[in-house]
């Protein structure tokens, strides 16, 4: 603890100067969360490796940095700095974010149907606090640990989407988070809030990506909430610098019949944490939570899901996969909860990694808590090396060794990017595969 | 590949006093063998007696210890290669277990391999068209379903699926000398018949085909001009297309009696 120590004071005097500046300052609702999530804070501290959530996944190089809040205003980017999250036929609704703070120039949010809002967390608390206060901060607990506290005291932005009974969006809604250089060490405290009302669809991309090689901290928050039957298919593509940090938590609360899918893709940032949690509240509510990660050098990944089925015949299946080279390390931790009247339900949880150095590192970790007692619940969790016999058979084809570890690389992890329904993020997923295993073309793959 | 470039010489693969070591134990003890352009070798023998060793030793599989003898093709060392450059020089093993490759299609797979080898004989690599012609027009010959094609490396495909698959790749790569490690196993007389005629419609004067099997059946559809019986790592008797109906009827019992005489 006595490490991370001295950072209290930073963000408490952090938070004393500007509080009275950030988005819906004087409603007094949230003044109060905001102060009891900073006091919150001053007695927890960041997390360390002694939490068990936190085991493997030491923050301390995120501790010492005494990082300051995001920028009133950043401009003179053009809309070619967004680079990957241009995606080639997208034509997304898309909300762009600079460094924690919406960006009108960047974005092009085009028309929503009727019933269908998508706004500045900043501007929808100016205009309509009253739609917020019901819903903001009650599914993501702001006690849970150190991030959670700083970010629902410092939150400055982020999208507020809300969809009415019935209403089905065709195209996806794109949320861009992009970070730059910028004179001081930043972190930007984002906060998505995602209402989806009964019978609702969308597809909803969280995208975060950086210019240049920026030290600094995204530390997210997404609360999405899925009425009876509603829908959303939710991706997360984390593209940051990897001298970036980026802490971020979906926290879904599912009724009646709805149906969650969270496809995750984690590749770049220094360190990357990942809490993914779905509370499923009534009978038949369904998510798939697919991710995959990528890491080399020194980098640090920590995906940590966590599904309550509260009710009965719920589903959840999870399918996470990485690849490691390098130095670097990687953490998953599958926590399914089945809670007493939870019966019928069926879960299925499936972590497989692939090790292409010696020195990368893997833990993985199981943990089902099953209290009901007609359930089927089950679990895999795999650490390997590509299998050298189906090596031996591309290259007795022809095939370079090079190449054939690559071909079989891009094999073990294309299988997550199948899920992905949306086109144009799985082409630019593959792409990214493609560049980051050298000597595999993209083309003749699909 | 022009015929001439070997010149007159049709001794193309040539094994001599073959020693080969796996995980410290002897298992090929001075194998000599020598293959023509435009033969079918058959090499039989019990389980053990180093078959399928011999095949993917030929083929470059690491694992093995080669601790005596050379083997040539062409008159070059092939030992010494890695096996993807004795792809390139025209060696070929149909694999007893093709490997399933999920996530990498089966055209993209062919492709790459094709052009790699392409590529080291300074020929130009085939676009994806051209490339999809030949493999729609090899799989006919072999009497794959062309929709195999288009899925991931024999994976989920059936038994008798991948070895015609293996045959495919076959026909698509034109190697110079082809080694089937028991194409027959796993396999009913259907499949058998089609994955045998698929091999007979790549016989040809500048190729050579090493048929390793433990069974004759094969041969009946196969047909060798030559069988070699395999037993302890070494051949220990050569003959015509006879010798296998021998083994046939007789075992490989005989043969241990007559090698120990």
């Known amino acids: 603890m006595s490490a991370v120590m001295p950072m209290e004071n930073h963000y408490a005097d952090s938070f004393a100067s500007i509080r009275g500046n950030l988005p819906g300052a004087g409603l007094p609702w949230l003044d109060d969360l905001r102060a009891a999530a900073m006091d919150r804070y001053a007695t927890i501290g960041l997390p360390t490796t002694r939490q068990e959530e936190w085991k493997y996944t030491n923050v301390r190089a995120i501790a010492k940095h005494a990082f300051q809040p995001s920028p009133v205003s950043c401009t003179g980017l053009m809309e070619d700095d967004l680079g990957d999250a241009l995606m080639e036929d997208l034509q997304a609704h898309r909300f762009t974010f600079l460094n924690g703070r919406y960006s009108p120039q960047l974005s092009r949010p085009g028309k929503l149907p009727k019933g269908a809002g998508v706004y500045s967390m900043s501007a929808a608390l100016a205009e309509m606090p009253e739609a917020l206060e019901s819903l903001l901060a009650r599914q993501a607990d702001y006690r849970a640990n150190g991030f959670a506290s700083l970010n629902l005291a410092f939150f400055t932005d982020g999208a507020f989407i809300r969809l009415d009974e019935g209403v089905r969006l065709e195209r996806p809604i794109q949320l861009v988070f992009l970070t730059t250089a910028h004179g001081e060490t930043l972190s930007h405290n984002l906060r998505n809030l995602v209402a989806a009302g009964i019978g609702s669809r969308a597809t909803i991309i969280e995208h975060y990506l950086s210019i240049g090689d920026p030290v600094y901290l995204n530390n997210a928050v997404t609360e999405a909430v899925l009425s009876a039957n509603a829908g959303i298919e939710h991706y997360k593509l984390q593209q940051e610098s990897t001298k970036g940090f980026h802490v971020a938590t979906l926290q879904a609360h599912q009724e009646r019949d709805s149906e969650l899918t969270s496809h995750s893709v984690s590749l770049g940032a220094n360190l990357a944490r990942h809490d993914i949690n779905s509370v499923l509240d009534a009978e038949g509510a369904e998510c798939s939570l697919n991710g995959l990660y990528i890491t080399g050098g020194r980098q640090h990944v920590d995906y940590h899901t966590r599904v309550d089925h509260k009710k009965p015949e719920g589903v959840s299946k999870e399918y996470y996969k990485g690849v490691l080279s390098g130095k670097s390390r990687a953490v998953f931790n599958g926590k399914v909860h089945v809670h007493q009247d939870a019966q019928k339900t069926d879960a299925e949880q499936s972590n497989r990694n692939l090790l292409l150095s010696r020195d990368a590192e893997v833990d993985t970790k199981p943990e089902l808590e099953i209290y009901a007692d007609d359930v089927k619940c089950s679990h895999g969790a795999t650490i390997g090396q590509l299998d050298e016999n189906s090596v031996f058979y591309l290259r007795s084809r022809g095939i370079p060794q090079h190449i054939a570890r690559g071909m079989l690389t891009y094999g073990f992890a294309h299988d997550v990017v199948e899920r992905m329904g949306l086109e144009p993020v799985r082409r630019l997923i593959e792409g990214i595969l493609v560049s980051k295993l050298p000597h595999v073309e993209a083309s003749g793959i699909e | ?261």
């Open chain 2, 1 to 261: 590949m022009a015929p001439d470039k070997f010149g007159d010489d049709p001794e193309m693969l040539t094994i001599k006093d073959l020693r080969v070591n796996v995980e410290g134990k002897e298992i090929l003890k001075g194998l000599d063998l020598e293959v023509n352009a435009g033969e079918v070798h058959a090499i039989m023998g019990p389980n053990g007696s180093g078959k399928s060793t011999l095949a993917h030793v030929v083929a470059g599989r690491p694992g093995y210890e080669v601790v005596g003898g050379d083997v040539t093709l062409d008159g070059k060392e092939l030992l010494d290669k890695e096996p993807e450059k004795r792809a390139c020089d025209g060696v070929f093993l149909a694999f007893q277990y093709p490997v399933e490759v999920p996530g990498v299609n089966n055209t993209y797979f062919l492709k790459t391999a094709l052009n790699a080898i392409r590529k080291s004989r300074g020929e130009d690599e085939l676009d994806a068209m051209d490339f999809m012609q030949l493999a729609r027009d090899k799989a006919k010959l072999v009497n794959m379903d062309a929709g195999l094609l288009k899925r991931s490396v024999n994976e989920g495909f059936s038994g008798g699926e991948k070895k015609r698959n293996e045959i495919f790749q076959m026909a698509v790569l034109e190697p110079r000398l082809a080694i089937l490690d028991e194409t027959d196993s796993g396999l009913d007389i259907d499949a058998l018949r089609i994955v045998s005629e698929g091999v007979n419609a790549l016989r040809r004067e500048d190729r050579a085909i090493i048929v390793v099997t433990h069974y004759q059946r094969l041969l009946d559809y196969i047909v060798p001009d030559f069988v070699h019986v395999l037993s302890d790592g070494r051949i220990v008797k050569s003959g015509g297309r006879g010798l296998a109906l021998e083994l046939e009827e007789q075992g490989y019992g005989w043969i241990d009696e007559a090698a120990n005489a």
